[in-house]
């Protein structure tokens, strides 16, 4: 079976916008290491043997995420993209209604950018929906 478990990470009792979650993307992924580590030794000690297939990461931090933890944990990445940063930040400078430090200050795209690099460098394999996104959004980036 399948079950959530929530690390946490950053200041306790505040909510972080994603954009506000890049510092501490580092500090969740050490304790998902820790967790999953954790959780195989258990399943070992029961007599339940377990073993981690990947990692999967699906947006720009738990990509990036995702990217740290199967480094660490010697095991494949998995990635499933959404609204992707450069594909974001050229349609928002393309309506002439932000200037690209706006873009920058509310969407932290630069850094959603490079993690988004670092996610499918990183990569075994990437999820997409559509044809579309290959094309007009996984397209614009070099991994």
Request: hydrophobic share 50%; charged share 20%; proline share 3%.
């Amino acid at each position: 079976g399948a079950f959530i478990v929530r690390l946490p990470a950053g200041p306790p009792n505040v909510y972080l916008k994603k954009e506000d979650l890049w510092p501490h993307v580092r500090e969740f992924a050490d304790r998902a290491q820790a967790h999953v580590a954790a959780a195989l030794a258990r399943l070992g000690a029961a007599g339940q043997a377990a073993e981690l297939w990947a990692v999967h990461g699906h947006y720009a931090d738990a990509g990036e995420a995702a990217a740290l933890l199967a480094a660490a944990l010697g095991c494949p990445m998995l990635l499933t993209g959404h609204s992707l940063g450069r594909n974001k930040k050229a349609h928002l400078l393309a309506s002439g209604a932000v200037s690209l430090a706006e873009v920058e200050a509310t969407y932290r795209i630069s850094r959603r950018i490079e993690a988004e690099e670092r996610a499918l460098d990183a990569a075994a394999a990437v999820f997409t929906s559509t044809g579309q996104e290959v094309a007009e959004q996984w397209g614009l980036y070099d991994g």
